[in-house]
Each structure stands twice: as structure tokens, then as C-alpha cells.
């Protein structure tokens, strides 16, 4: 197992965004780099049970390349965590997932949750979804952190190509 930074979580988000965009240079397969920025969060944030990628197909969203225990295959817009921040194009921070209305319960050991939307040219091309067994794990500076790190993410997707 790989250590964990230890210091301000501001520190580690700068030093995954400089992971992401190094392990990405020159790589232009999608797939690959999802699968490759789901690892990277799984191995670098520590008290998360999950992480992944939810891509828009035909109106729903539907299981990309992630890291943890499998999880639910399709989820409708506006339906559950996921569902709900896609639909709102809005990054949803939800501390007890079992006090969100509508939660789908893929992990029963998820308790907390981060959602972030991930859009190219204000077309929604899925969400980053990231999950903790701890209440109240994720805070702004979750969101500041995950939102950078989707923003240098969202360039380097072929998403036509998924």
C-alpha cells in the first residue's frame, strides 16, 4: 500500500493535480486516463472506499472505470447522488448519504459522499464520484481540490471516443 500524504489536504489536492497532468502527458486514450484518474484518487485521498467515473449514455449515467467494491451500472439523471449533481451541473457534497433523500445504496458501507460534474464546452460528459465510510468526510476543500483536478482531467478525455 502506498503511503497517504500527511500535511493540509490543500497540499495534497496540488500535488494529485500535478500527479494527473504528468501521468496524462502524451496519453490521448480515454479510457486509459480515467482508469488511470480513478487509481491516482484511490491511492492518494485517504478515508475513501470508492472512486470513480459515471459517464452520460442515451440520458442516464452509467459506470466507467473506477477503483473499489462494484457499484451500481446505471443510474437515472436526477436520481440519487450522482443523478441529482448531474442533473444540477453543480458539485453536491452530501455528509450522511443515508439522510439524502433518494440515495442508491451501491456500497452499504458509504456514509459520505462527493459529486463532481464533469462538462466540456457546457455539455455534461458524466461525474467524478467519490465515496468515504466515514460521515462528514469532504469539505470545500474537497470540492476546490476535485473540481481542479476535473478541470485538468476533462481536456485530456476523448469523450467521443467512450
Same mark, same amino acid.
Given at each position: 500500500m502506498t503511503a497517504r500524504p500527511?500535511?493540509?489536504?490543500?497540499?495534497?489536492?496540488?500535488?494529485?493535480?500535478r500527479?494527473?497532468?504528468?501521468?496524462?502527458?502524451?496519453?490521448?486514450?480515454?479510457?486509459?486516463?480515467?482508469?488511470?484518474a480513478s487509481g491516482l484518487l484511490a491511492q492518494t485521498l485517504d478515508r475513501v472506499n470508492w472512486s470513480g467515473f459515471y459517464l452520460v449514455r442515451g440520458g442516464e449515467l452509467v459506470l466507467g472505470p473506477f477503483q473499489g467494491?462494484?457499484?451500481?451500472v446505471r443510474i437515472p439523471l436526477g436520481k440519487g447522488v450522482c443523478g441529482t449533481?448531474?442533473?444540477?451541473?453543480?458539485?453536491?457534497? #452530501?455528509? %450522511? =448519504?443515508?439522510?439524502? *433523500?433518494?440515495?442508491?445504496?451501491c456500497d452499504e458501507d458509504s456514509r459520505s459522499e462527493i459529486v463532481v460534474p464533469i462538462l466540456q464546452d457546457g455539455v455534461l460528459?458524466? #461525474?467524478? %464520484? =467519490?465515496?468515504?465510510? *466515514?460521515?462528514?468526510?469532504?469539505?470545500?476543500?474537497?470540492?476546490?481540490?476535485?473540481e481542479a483536478f476535473v478541470e485538468i482531467l476533462t481536456p485530456r478525455v476523448a469523450w467521443e471516443k467512450l
Open positions: 500527511i500535511g493540509p489536504k490543500s497540499e495534497t489536492y496540488r500535488e494529485l493535480s500527479s494527473l497532468s504528468a501521468l496524462l502527458e502524451g496519453e490521448t486514450d480515454a479510457l486509459a486516463n480515467l482508469s488511470n467494491k462494484p457499484a451500481c449533481a448531474a442533473q444540477s451541473s453543480e458539485t453536491l457534497i #452530501v455528509p %450522511d =448519504v443515508h439522510a439524502f *433523500e433518494g440515495h442508491i445504496a460528459r458524466g #461525474v467524478l %464520484d =467519490v465515496d468515504s465510510p *466515514e460521515k462528514n468526510r469532504f469539505d470545500e476543500e474537497d470540492r476546490t481540490g476535485l
